[in-house]
């Protein structure tokens, strides 16, 4: 689908769109970021919210991974409110991860997202032994909507090799490539980049 947006933003208003149009999707992808770690106030999500913005500085240039980093925030914004309150965002997930797949091959991190907040939510009620009907309501509707969110995401042009392709993409790479080598490994190559 980046391909096809890519294309038709390019075509209908020529190639400076696609420069607005990376800003904004960045630029809201940052915003949100900077939002939840406000609003969560833990300690621990400013710090991986740098990681992620820092993340994000080497990686703008006009990729379908800038969809990634927003469909990241906005998962995981849904998800932090669902956790608070009885927010209905909670059912668009299952579309989010449907464009998501058909966006860019980081889509499982959605599905990982959503499974953490179930295991939060099974903690809540099997260990902290919260029997309260709210909590088994949010485990139930969350753990559905999950399954919806990887049922979704069968939907892609590859259907089940195309969910799977992920977690095989590296059987057969063909190229050996900078971002998928470790840093030791591009240290001892001479491989010189200040975000390492």
Not at 88 to 108: A, D
Not at 126 to 131: A, D, L, M, N, P
């Amino acid at each position: 689908l980046f391909e096809v947006l890519v294309y038709l933003l390019s075509s209908a208003l020529g190639i400076h769109a696609l420069l607005v149009m990376k800003v904004i999707v960045l630029l809201l992808a940052v915003t949100l970021t900077l939002l939840v770690a406000k609003r969560v106030g833990s300690i621990f999500f400013f710090p991986v919210s740098f990681i992620f913005l820092h993340m994000l500085r080497g990686r703008i240039d006009l990729r379908p991974e800038i969809f990634s980093f927003l469909f990241t925030i906005i998962t995981f914004t849904i998800l932090e409110k669902y956790e608070k309150s009885d927010t209905k965002f909670i059912y668009i997930l299952p579309l989010i991860s449907m464009v998501w797949v058909n966006s860019h091959i980081y889509f499982p991190l959605g599905i990982f997202l959503q499974l953490i907040f179930v295991f939060h939510f099974l903690i809540l009620r099997f260990v902290q032994k919260q029997k309260g009907k709210e909590t088994i309501k949010k485990l139930k509707t969350l753990t559905g909507i999950t399954i919806l969110s990887v049922l979704s995401s069968i939907l892609n042009p590859n259907w089940f090799k195309g969910l799977l392709y992920p977690f095989t993409v590296f059987s057969n790479y063909g190229v050996t490539i900078a971002e998928n080598q470790t840093i030791t490994t591009l240290q001892a190559t001479g491989f010189v980049n200040p975000d390492f």
